[in-house]
């Protein structure tokens, strides 16, 4: 079993500050475990928690995900603090709501850093570590639109899609180190996800796309109404981290999410069963 018993854990979590990020944080120092909180405001994380949690296991730490050499100075300043590593967990991310031609080259890029290039900062970061110590869980949080697209949000799909794929091939590398790897994909959170503050929208929009505008106005109205409990999400996260085992790779949080995964699996499904006939037509031929 990677996850330690007779000590506290040493987690590191990233995007801190709001959503299931900091209910995360927030229960793993009521559980008296180490932790090392990565958001681009320290201020905010710290105000967030208030004083309803001791947050003397706490190591607030203000990174840019995108500069490899600020999250490689964070986990040390987080071994250095604590004597070791256990848990990784990316976590930080945005929404983006746009047709695929109102999305701009800078959005793009920004985007993908986040959602791609900082996971890889990170992993690069942390991985010696687990790998030194034998053992380790990494924990990417991707979404429900990790494994389905839906129009509007193709630019979260590439993300989330991207993450997929990496966590799929990671899982398979790590695996003889001792280290294990969860990708969770939540449906609908009540978080402030769907606010404005939270959701990025295009600099600029065409009337070509009326659903999507009104697929924003519908998300947007959405907050506060979503399905999903923060709170029951994270401790969901610490019970796959903690009592695991040899779990699967995937943890599906919320029956929105659920019915989303079962109805792609079953329209891909139809996809391989129709292409079947004429599948092997571009093979050389068999001896």
């Avoid at 993300?159 to 997929?164: D, H, I, V």
């Avoid at 919320?254 to 792609?264: C, E, F, I, Q, W």
Wanted: charged share 20%; proline share 4%; with cysteine.
């Amino acid at each position: 079993m990677s996850f330690p018993t007779t000590r506290p854990a040493t987690w590191f979590v990233t995007g801190t500050s709001r959503g299931l990020g900091l209910e995360l944080v927030r229960i793993l120092l009521e559980r008296g475990d180490d932790v090392a909180a990565t958001t681009r405001s320290t201020e905010r994380l710290l105000a967030a928690l208030g004083d309803r949690v001791d947050t003397s296991r706490l190591l607030p730490l203000a990174v840019d995900l995108r500069d490899a050499e600020a999250v490689t100075r964070a986990v040390q300043r987080t071994t250095e603090r604590f004597g070791g590593l256990d848990v990784v967990v990316n976590n930080a991310g945005y929404g983006f709501l746009a047709a695929v031609e109102e999305t701009g080259d800078r959005e793009v890029r920004d985007m993908l850093d986040v959602q791609v290039v900082g996971v890889w900062n990170v992993l690069r970061a942390t991985l010696p570590v687990l790998r030194g110590r034998g053992s380790g869980h990494v924990v990417n949080v991707s979404s429900v639109l990790g494994l389905t697209a839906v129009p509007g949000w193709a630019l979260y799909c590439a993300g989330k899609f991207a993450l997929e794929g990496l966590s799929e091939a990671l899982a398979a590398e790590v695996a003889d180190f001792g280290v294990r790897v969860t990708v969770v994909e939540p449906g609908y959170f009540r978080t402030d996800f769907l606010t404005a503050d939270s959701l990025a929208l295009p600099a600029d929009t065409t009337d070509a796309y009326p659903a999507v505008r009104a697929m924003t106005a519908d998300h947007l109205a959405l907050q506060g109404s979503q399905l999903g409990d923060p709170v029951k999400g994270a401790r969901a996260i610490v019970e796959r981290v903690v009592h695991g085992g040899d779990g699967p790779l995937r943890l599906l949080l919320g029956s929105d999410a659920h019915a989303y995964a079962t109805a792609k699996v079953d329209a891909l499904r139809a996809n391989l069963d129709a292409a079947a006939p004429t599948a092997g037509a571009t093979d050389f031929p068999t001896s």
